[in-house]
């Protein structure tokens, strides 16, 4: 199926969290659905995310992927990161076993480089070009800073990871013009439906 990678799906506010998102309905196992499931979304996901995140990396381009143990070590990496944040959120600390996963992975993605990339961490990197596996890394590595930790929430109506990057920390949704506005019509339609019952 053709995904629309537009603005929405990097609602997650950095390369990190966006990736996670590229599982959606996580919450409910049976409706859950893999955007990577195409391995050809995970190379249009990658030129998006160049568009989508120059905030957080300026100019750059992610090479996706060019076999399947990449291909691999990519989802491996997308469920750490998912894992390790999402818990954190939840129990307002990271996990030894989620962090120790992560770094493991993170050490193989980018150990084996041949190519020597300049892995400097965002905003003060100018790539050219990075492998969208790197870039996870980095992304992520970003956000183990304890200030950045406390502005990431979980969308309660998707359920998807995303960086509150408001001055007052206030923002409720992942995306206002999409899950803000679902749960709007959600509580109206609930609220006539009690009006209706009485």
């Known amino acids: 199926m053709y995904i629309d990678?537009?603005?929405?799906?990097?609602?997650?506010?950095?390369?990190?969290?966006?990736?996670?998102?590229?599982?959606?309905?996580?919450q409910t196992p049976e409706r859950a659905q893999d955007r990577f499931a195409n391995s050809m979304e995970?190379?249009?996901?990658?030129?998006?995310?160049?568009?989508?995140?120059?905030?957080e990396w300026g100019h750059i381009e992610f090479s996706p992927p060019q076999s399947l143990t990449e291909h691999s070590t990519l989802i491996?990496?997308?469920?750490?990161?998912?894992?390790?944040?999402?818990?954190?959120?939840?129990?307002?600390?990271f996990k030894a076993r989620h962090l120790s996963n992560f770094l493991q992975l993170a050490s193989g993605a980018?150990?084996?480089?041949?190519?020597?990339?300049?892995?400097?961490?965002?905003?003060f990197a100018r790539h050219r070009e990075l492998?969208?596996?790197?870039?996870?890394?980095?992304?992520a590595l970003n956000l183990l800073d304890p200030g950045k930790l406390s502005?990431?929430?979980?969308?309660?109506?998707?359920?998807?990871?995303?960086?509150?990057e408001s001055r007052n920390r206030s923002r409720r949704w992942c995306d206002m013009t999409?899950?803000?506005?679902?749960?709007?019509?959600?509580?109206?339609?609930?609220?006539?439906?009690?009006?209706?019952?009485?």
């Open 42 to 55: 995970v190379a249009r996901f990658a030129s998006a995310a160049a568009n989508f995140r120059s905030g």
């Open 131 to 139: 492998s969208l596996s790197a870039g996870a890394v980095l992304s």
């Open 151 to 164: 502005r990431i929430k979980i969308c309660p109506n998707c359920h998807w990871l995303y960086l509150d």
């Open 178 to 198: 999409v899950c803000g506005n679902r749960a709007k019509a959600k509580r109206h339609y609930d609220r006539k439906g009690r009006e209706h019952g009485q």
């Open 110 to 123: 980018i150990g084996g480089d041949e190519n020597e990339q300049d892995l400097t961490l965002p905003p």
């Open 76 to 93: 491996e990496l997308r469920e750490a990161i998912n894992k390790l944040f999402r818990t954190a959120v939840l129990e307002e600390r």
């Open 5 to 26: 990678w537009n603005s929405h799906r990097f609602s997650g506010g950095v390369l990190a969290l966006d990736l996670a998102n590229t599982v959606i309905f996580r």
